[in-house]
């Protein structure tokens, strides 16, 4: 049996990542820049080159990687405590694929990044609705039914998307494909992105000890006298606001929310006070590496960071479902 870090420890390494991996997104790229070149562009009153490319370019990417990791990393958590579901996911239930509808109808009729971000999230929420609504069945909806259906709905929401991108203008089509891939080249709306970071993540950690009763099953909740259609409905919207925001800014990418609360119980074990902030941070790790790869690979060319990260996902979650078999 193995011993589990500190939480200090813990932290204070996934605060280290993240300090690093935003370090060397700032220095790499198709320019590299030296160490000294980012300090001195970090300055205030300095003008060079490195530093418009780094304040113009990779510092809003950076930046926007590592909300975005975190939102999809909370918003699966919470699902996953919704459903009580390993497996459970805004990608896998259809959430992401609403936002991607949403925000897609938005971008065709030239709407503003704020139309956009609206549009996403109500795509969101629907999807949601629609799962749920579709789910019911005697004695009401099971975590089983729920992920079932939300598969079906992720694959309509995928067809709803390929008809858009038929229907498409052609010189926006590229452009559609590669954000739906996603992208976050041309993200700048993270200063708000780390806002709702900042508070889902307290509200995680306010809210988990209810969580954790939650997590052991609805009944057992309710007989501690525990609201628990409420909580639900919490979890649920929020999971929704939180994947739609993401989706909105960056495309759809999947994984993220699938794998990172697992490595977070695996490591932390299954209090969601910790969990929850813990995962935020390790998603917004994962996403800021990927997109790091994604402009260093074949730079200058750029890869979509969506697909990094579904091929570094599918074998790290077979290998998570492997150890947790008997």
């Known amino acids: 049996m193995h011993r589990r870090p500190s939480l200090f420890v813990a ?3 996934l605060a280290l990542a993240v300090a690093g991996l935003f370090g060397l997104s700032l220095a790499s790229g198709s320019v590299p820049l030296r160490a000294g070149e980012v300090v001195q562009a970090l300055t205030p009153g300095s003008a060079s080159f490195a530093r418009d490319v780094i304040l113009e370019l990779r510092l809003p990417r950076a930046l926007a990687a590592f909300a975005v990791g ?10 996953q405590v919704l459903l009580r579901n390993p497996l459970a996911d805004p990608y896998v239930l259809g959430v992401s694929g609403g936002a991607s509808v949403a925000a897609l109808i938005a971008i065709m009729l030239g709407l503003p990044a704020a139309g956009v971000d609206g549009f996403a999230a109500l795509g969101a929420l629907a999807a949601c609705l629609l799962v749920f609504a579709l789910a019911q069945g005697p004695g009401g909806w099971t975590p089983t039914r729920l992920l079932l259906t939300g598969i079906v709905v992720a694959a309509g929401a995928g067809s709803v998307v390929s008809l858009l991108l038929a229907l498409g203008d052609e010189t926006r089509l590229r452009g559609m494909v590669f954000w739906l891939l996603g992208d976050l080249s041309g993200t700048r709306r993270w200063p708000w992105l780390l806002a709702l970071l900042a508070v889902a993540s307290v509200a995680g950690i306010v809210l988990g000890r209810h969580l954790n009763v939650l997590s052991r099953g609805a009944a057992q909740a309710a007989t501690v006298g525990m609201d628990v259609r409420r909580l639900q ?13 993401a989706v909105a800014a960056a495309g759809s990418i999947g994984f993220i929310g699938l794998v990172t609360p697992h490595l977070a119980r695996l490591a932390l074990g299954s209090d969601n006070r910790v969990v929850l902030p813990a995962a935020a941070l390790l998603g917004g790790a994962m996403l ?13 060319r750029q890869l979509p960071v969506g697909a990094l990260t579904a091929l570094v996902g599918v074998p790290l979650f077979l290998l998570l479902m492997a150890r947790r078999q008997p």
């Open 233 to 245: 409905a919490v979890l649920f919207v929020g999971s929704s606001v939180l994947t739609g925001c």
């Open 11 to 13: 932290f204070t390494l």
């Open 288 to 300: 800021m590496a990927a997109d790091l790869a994604a402009r260093v690979l074949i730079a200058p």
């Open 70 to 79: 975190g939102l999809l990393a909370l918003s699966g958590a919470m699902l």
